[in-house]
């Protein structure tokens, strides 16, 4: 997976209470994305980063948001989870803004 | 916005070509790719194709661009049961911003009999 892990792996959670899944790569790449997978609406990005501190919206952002304070570390938080939220969640990662994106394992989440 | 669509299924027997196909929205993509994605298990990149190319070809994978039509398509030769997985193809837009992002469409379930 090209040098990128998700942790957790798998995640069960209550409405209502605050959660962050973090992205870890060791390939000094600019770009890092958030997405989450869910049937019949395939890949939908949440949010990206294109540096250190610097991220920006997706298709699907309400409910989520990220820090990047290392080139390496991407955060996604749900401050409230919530059922709808319940999804496989990827990240990835790219070189530049256009090339092609490296994925990691995905973080099952489940909001109960 | 406007979707990347796919079929959502496709079977075919062991040994024989799988096509997969793929229209997309956005003209001025530079890149277009195709991903692979096993159970349980993240994307992997397959192959792309430039948008000045009209075909691409890497061993058993022929990828093909039609840019009058918009339409994208992935041949697998000589399909084998390992084949079997969901193949997602996604384009380049400009999302937000100055940076340009890929936009996937929902993915064909390969299946592989026998």
């Known amino acids: 997976d090209a040098g990128i892990t998700q942790s957790p792996r798998h995640k069960v959670t209550e409405t209502g209470t605050p959660v962050t899944l973090r992205c870890h790569q060791t390939?000094?790449?600019?770009?890092m994305y958030w997405y989450r997978q869910d049937p019949g609406h395939g890949l939908r990005l949440i949010h990206y980063?294109?540096?250190?501190?610097?991220?920006d919206k997706g298709e699907v952002s309400d409910g989520y948001s990220v820090s990047r304070s290392k080139t390496e570390d991407f955060l996604l938080t749900l401050e409230s989870a919530t059922s709808s939220q319940t999804s496989v969640y990827f990240c990835?990662?790219?070189?530049?803004?256009?090339?092609?994106?490296?994925f990691g394992p995905g973080t099952r989440l489940t909001v109960t | 916005g406007e979707d990347v669509e796919q079929s959502l299924f496709l079977s075919v027997r062991e040994g024989d070509s799988s096509v997969i196909n793929c229209t997309y929205t956005?003209?001025?993509?530079?890149?277009l790719y195709w991903y692979k994605q096993e159970p349980g298990a993240g994307l992997q990149l397959l192959t792309y194709?430039?948008?000045?190319?009209d075909m691409k070809q890497d061993q058993r994978l022929t990828v093909l661009l039609n840019k009058k039509d918009k339409h994208l398509s992935l041949r697998i030769a000589d399909t084998q049961t390992g084949d079997s997985a969901i193949y997602f193809c996604?384009?380049?837009?400009?999302?937000?911003?100055?940076?340009?992002?890929?936009?996937f469409g929902k993915g064909t379930k390969l299946s592989v009999k026998p």
């Open positions: 990835a990662i790219s070189y530049q803004g256009y090339d092609e994106q490296y």
């Open positions: 390939e000094n790449h600019r770009y």
């Open positions: 980063s294109y540096g250190v501190k610097d991220t």
């Open positions: 956005d003209s001025s993509s530079t890149y």
């Open positions: 194709i430039f948008s000045n190319m």
């Open positions: 996604a384009e380049t837009r400009n999302y937000g911003g100055s940076q340009g992002n890929l936009i």
